[in-house]
C-alpha cells in the first residue's frame, strides 16, 4: 500500500505543466519546422495559410503563425469578407461562440489579419474564432492596425525571403460572453527576419488608450510569454530559459477544411459539396445557422439523399451589430477534408 502510494506521489509532482504543440500537416509554416515549447497547453489548427495554438481554457489563441514573403502582397488581394464563424473542429464546450462577443464592448480582433491572406480560401479561414481574441475596439482599429500590422507589412515588402510572423496575447483582465473568453491584457507580434537572424516584437497594452512604444527584444518577449519560440537568433546570448518545464503531449486537430457561406439556396454550392463528399475527399460537413433553420435544414437534407454522409447542423448567433446583421439569415457549412 505504501508502494502504491509513493507512486501516485512521484505521478503527481512529475505530471507535465505544459505541451508540445505538433502541427504535423503544417509544420513548414514554422523556422526550420521548430515549433514553439509553451508552458500553456493548447490545441493544433492547421489552417491553408497560417497555423494557431488555440487554448481551449481561455477560447483564443496562444500564438498564431505565418510565413510570409513580398509576394504575398504583389497581387490583387481577395475582397474582406467580415464573415466570422465558429470552428468547427472544436468540441462545443471549448469553442469561442459569435454570441460571446455581443455587447461585450470589444472587437474580435484577428491573430493572424485578413489583410495578409492573397486569397480567398485564406480570407474566409481568417475570420475563424479560433483566430479572435477580445480586443479593445479603438486598439484594434487604431494602433494595433496602423504601428503594428502595417509596419510589418511595409518592412516585409523590402526583403527578399521568408518572414515568420507569430501573433498572440497573454495576461487575464476579464471574460467576456457565456464562455467565458478570456480578455487579455497585453498584445504581442514577433517577428522574425532569417537572412538576418534578427528577431523582434510589438509589445502593446490591450486598451482603447494604449500607447505605442518601441519594439521589445526577442528575449523580453520570452521572458514575459513564457514561451520559447525557438529562433535561431544570433544575439540570443541571455541566461533565460523560460520553458525549462515539464512536457506534455497535447492531441492535435489536423486535416483540412473550408466554410462554404449560404446566403440562399444554391444548387451549385451545394453540388460542388457532394461531388467532393463522392470522390472521397471529405471526412464530415457540419452546418451552422443562427435564423434560417429551414434553409440549414434543406441543404443538409440534399447533400445527405445525395451522398452516404450524415450532416450535423448546429445553431450559432453572430453579435448584434448595424455592420453584420446578414449573419442572421446567413449559413455555413463547415467542409472537413481529408
Not at 237 to 245: G, M, Q, R
Request: charged residues 20%; aromatic residues 10%; contains cysteine.
Amino acid at each position: 500500500m505504501k508502494f502504491i502510494s509513493k507512486i501516485l506521489i512521484f505521478i503527481a509532482l512529475t505530471t507535465p505543466l505544459s505541451a508540445f504543440a505538433v502541427f504535423e500537416e503544417c509544420r513548414n509554416f514554422f523556422p526550420n519546422q521548430q515549433v514553439p515549447t509553451s508552458p500553456e497547453v493548447g490545441r493544433d489548427l492547421c489552417f491553408d495559410s497560417f497555423a494557431v495554438l488555440y487554448s481551449s481554457r481561455d477560447k483564443k489563441p496562444i500564438y498564431t503563425i505565418e510565413k510570409l514573403n513580398r509576394l504575398n502582397f504583389a497581387g490583387s488581394h481577395p475582397r474582406r469578407t467580415n464573415q466570422f464563424y465558429e470552428e468547427a473542429r472544436l468540441p462545443i464546450k471549448e469553442r469561442a461562440l459569435l454570441s460571446d462577443y455581443r455587447g461585450s464592448g470589444y472587437d474580435r480582433g484577428h491573430n493572424v489579419p485578413a489583410g495578409d491572406m492573397s486569397d480567398e480560401r485564406g480570407m474566409a479561414q481568417s475570420f475563424s474564432l479560433a483566430n479572435m481574441m477580445p480586443q479593445a475596439r479603438q486598439n484594434n482599429q487604431g494602433i494595433w492596425a496602423k504601428n503594428v500590422e502595417e509596419p510589418t507589412r511595409q518592412y516585409l515588402k523590402r526583403t527578399s525571403g521568408d518572414l515568420y510572423i507569430y501573433t498572440g496575447s497573454t495576461g487575464n483582465i476579464g471574460n467576456i460572453g457565456k464562455s467565458q473568453v478570456t480578455i487579455p491584457a497585453h498584445l504581442y507580434k514577433l517577428i522574425y527576419d532569417p537572412s538576418r537572424k534578427t528577431a523582434w516584437a510589438y509589445w502593446v497594452e490591450n486598451t482603447n488608450e494604449a500607447n505605442m512604444s518601441p519594439p521589445i527584444s526577442y528575449l523580453e518577449l520570452m521572458e514575459k510569454t513564457g514561451i520559447d519560440f525557438h529562433l535561431p537568433v544570433e544575439d540570443k546570448t541571455s541566461s533565460v530559459h523560460p520553458t525549462d518545464k515539464p512536457i506534455v503531449n497535447s492531441p492535435p486537430l489536423i486535416g483540412g477544411w473550408y466554410p462554404v457561406f449560404f446566403d440562399e439556396y444554391s444548387p451549385g454550392k451545394a453540388n460542388e459539396i457532394i461531388a467532393r463528399i463522392k470522390e472521397g475527399k471529405v471526412t464530415s460537413v457540419q452546418i451552422q445557422y443562427d435564423q434560417n433553420q429551414g434553409l440549414a435544414t434543406r441543404l443538409a437534407q440534399y447533400i445527405e439523399s445525395e451522398t452516404d454522409m450524415r450532416i450535423s447542423i448546429t445553431k450559432n448567433s453572430p453579435p448584434a451589430s448595424a455592420t453584420v446583421t446578414y449573419e442572421r439569415n446567413r449559413v455555413t457549412a463547415m467542409v472537413h477534408t481529408k
